[in-house]
């Protein structure tokens, strides 16, 4: 399994907590460099106030004692490592305008015997030259600020450590970044197990429906009960899909039932006008008619049949080309003197079918073109894709979607009866298979109809 | 000739099949309860049940069913108003011998029950490589076949419908039934496909010579006879 499962992804809860997750992290982020800033800000202010107080203490030549925390130093007294340290270090704000090679005035301050230097270029008040610098810098492995000043003939220099200060700045952001690390991990651990619930009752509900387009109305989702919306959707598909299949039984059994009902009659009129004594054509004229009503009932029953239900059951792979082959045998001796059966094999494809309801299938187009027409008659086979085409008049192109439908077998102007059935039976067919049924005009004349499966 | 029991419910066409068959030579008994049928079936001995698949009570599959559960194996034809596939399966799953769809004519009831009548009491040819009848005789084979020792070239589907035909000498055979066996179809293709094949069938075997051998009984039904 990858880290990301594909279907996680099209998660539409996983997509909403992912989301909020990245916003949260970026938030987070902002926080953090608010309060770092503000806290670094406080701690410096803090700093540069004892800083003060500690130069003022120097001045006034009483400094306290502060431990190891703070380190002083005045005038000869300065050692030099200090003063590298103080040199390496990192100038914080100039407190004196035109300041900046402060250190170089030290360097000349320390290395000049004279003590009575005065700062002759400098801004300052002569003689009372009292000025400061903050340095952050290091020492003996500890970080400090410090102020260096001077009242114009001695240095002295005053320097905090800040390193636990540092800690505790660290300490907050790391405190910041680690629980934004852990609810974000805890975010998306707890949406993926959201995630892994919900899509197996997604994957469940998608498995219902696609079972039920197959036609497979007993399928259910079966979810425990819950209240979530996921839930609900499948509980309301089941209560749904469990009335779908009751009417569907109740139509089916209603079929069956007038199928029934209508062909018992009809074999009774048949076995009386069978038993007659009296055989004449009107006789053999209304039994030739029995059986057309009978062969109507079949060919309804079948499209209802059809329609309302998929079994796979029959459903294997079949050769296109054989398989014609074998149609163009039996139907070929069938036409009329006048008319041609063409055969014409591209490749040879296999599908999956219905061997039996095709053969049917095609043998009604076949009919069909025999009854409306040309002479010649081609049965197809390519691509996927197989049936009948013919050279005559066709039907205007219009009209294509409309001669596929049941209803156009009510149309009286049809003539012949069941030629519309027949189509519907076709498409009915194609359906059942999931297959297309293609109606094209040729040119210059007559129309072909297609199967073509996927 | 034969002892039949009739089991349908509907009077009229139980009398009618009765009297027709009873015309034949057979003995028939009429019921029109499923229940009583099943009683005269496991009590009686009969050559061949024609049962209404759908009657009240103990309806045709369910007492066929009960009657194979009980190891008895007398031809069952089923007679039905349900033309479907999968209810066509259904039957012969229950184990009927042939089942047949509602309205019918006579005379396919008629080859129906010869052709069971005759499985029941002759042995079928078996699986020789080689059918003979008369002066006419087929190689199973090499699909051959040979009248007064002249040799008839034959489209696979007219060898298939002459190896039926001679499997099934004397008797009559219907167009449903040709285009059952033969072409392994349950429905009307709704062109004369037997008819044109078995007049392409006699072109071939029969008109050349003096004896026709097929011959063609009341429009939907055949005889084949050397």
Request: charged fraction near 25%.
């Amino acid at each position: 399994m990858s880290l990301m499962p594909k279907f996680l992804i099209r998660q539409s809860y996983f997509r909403l907590v992912a989301s909020l997750s990245g916003v949260f992290l970026v938030f987070q982020g902002l926080v953090w460099v608010l309060v770092s800033s503000i806290i670094e800000e406080t701690l410096w202010e803090a700093n540069i106030a004892e800083l003060y107080s500690l130069t003022l203490e120097l001045e006034r030549g009483h400094l306290h004692d502060h431990g190891g925390d703070v380190l002083w130093g005045v005038g000869d007294n300065i050692d030099p490592s200090i003063r590298r340290a103080f040199m390496d270090g990192k100038c914080e704000g100039s407190f004196l305008p035109g300041f900046v090679h402060v250190f170089e005035l030290y360097e000349a301050v320390f290395h000049v015997e004279d003590e009575d230097l005065q700062f002759e270029d400098s801004d300052e008040e002569e003689g009372s030259l009292a000025w400061g610098e903050i340095f952050e810098f290091a020492y003996e492995g500890e970080s400090y600020i410090g102020e260096m000043s001077s009242d114009g003939q001695t240095l002295q220099y005053v320097a905090v450590k800040i390193d636990h200060q540092r800690e505790r700045i660290e300490a907050v952001s790391a405190g910041i970044f680690f629980t934004t690390i852990v609810t974000f991990v805890s975010l998306v651990a707890i949406s993926y197990v959201i995630a892994l619930s919900s899509q197996r009752k997604v994957t469940k509900i998608q498995t219902v429906l696609s079972l039920l387009s197959d036609g497979n109305l007993s399928a259910r989702c079966d979810l425990p009960p819950n209240n979530d919306d996921l839930s609900s959707i499948a509980r309301r598909l089941d209560d749904a899909l469990e009335r779908l299949e009751v009417v569907t039984e109740q139509t089916r059994l209603f079929g069956k039932n007038l199928a029934h009902d209508l062909r018992t009659p009809l074999a009774r009129l048949r076995a009386s006008l069978e038993g007659s004594e009296k055989r004449h054509d009107d006789l053999t004229a209304a039994l030739t008619e029995v059986d057309r009503i009978a062969s109507i009932i079949d060919a309804m029953m079948r499209i209802a049949r059809l329609q309302s239900e998929v079994s796979a059951a029959s459903v294997t792979p079949l050769s296109l080309s054989s398989f014609a082959q074998r149609l163009y045998e039996t139907y070929e001796p069938v036409l009329p003197e006048r008319k041609t059966l063409l055969l014409e094999v591209d490749g040879d494809w296999v599908i999956r079918a219905d061997e039996v309801l095709l053969e049917q299938a095609i043998a009604n187009l076949l009919q069909n073109a025999i009854v409306h027409g040309g002479d010649y008659i081609t049965l197809f086979t390519s691509n996927g894709v197989i049936g009948i085409s013919d050279d005559g008049p066709g039907v205007l192109e219009d009209q294509f979607d409309e001669i596929i439908k049941p209803s156009v077998r009510l149309d009286p102007s049809r003539g012949e009866d069941g030629a519309g059935l027949g189509l519907a039976f076709v498409k009915a067919v194609a359906d059942h298979h999931g297959a297309r049924l293609v109606v094209e005009a040729l040119t210059p004349r007559g129309i072909k109809f297609s199967l073509q499966f996927d | 000739m034969a002892r039949i029991l009739l089991l349908e419910d509907d009077a009229q066409l139980r009398k009618w099949v009765a009297k027709g068959l009873g015309e034949k030579g057979h003995t028939v008994d009429t019921f029109f309860s499923g229940a009583h049928a099943l009683t005269a079936a496991t009590q009686e001995t009969y050559d061949l049940l024609i049962l209404d698949r759908m009657v009240p009570d103990v309806d045709g599959l369910k007492l066929l069913k009960t009657l194979r559960a009980m190891g008895d194996k007398t031809a069952v034809l089923l007679v039905t108003a349900l033309s479907g596939a999968d209810e066509r399966v259904e039957g012969f799953e229950a184990g009927c011998d042939d089942y047949m769809v509602k309205p019918f004519a006579f005379i396919e009831l008629l080859a129906r029950v010869g052709m069971l009548l005759g499985r029941s009491s002759e042995k079928a040819s078996g699986t020789a490589a080689r059918l003979a009848a008369g002066e006419l005789s087929i190689d199973l084979l090499s699909r051959e076949c040979f009248r007064q020792g002249q040799k008839i070239r034959l489209t696979s589907t007219e060898f298939k419908l002459l190896e039926y035909l001679m499997r099934n000498p004397k008797r009559l055979v219907t167009r449903t039934m040709l285009l059952e066996k033969v072409w392994g179809l349950n429905f009307d293709p709704t062109t004369s496909v037997v008819e044109t094949h078995i007049s392409r069938l006699r072109s071939k075997i029969d008109n050349p010579f003096e004896h026709k051998m097929i011959e063609t009984l009341r429009g939907d039904g055949y005889v084949f006879d050397a």
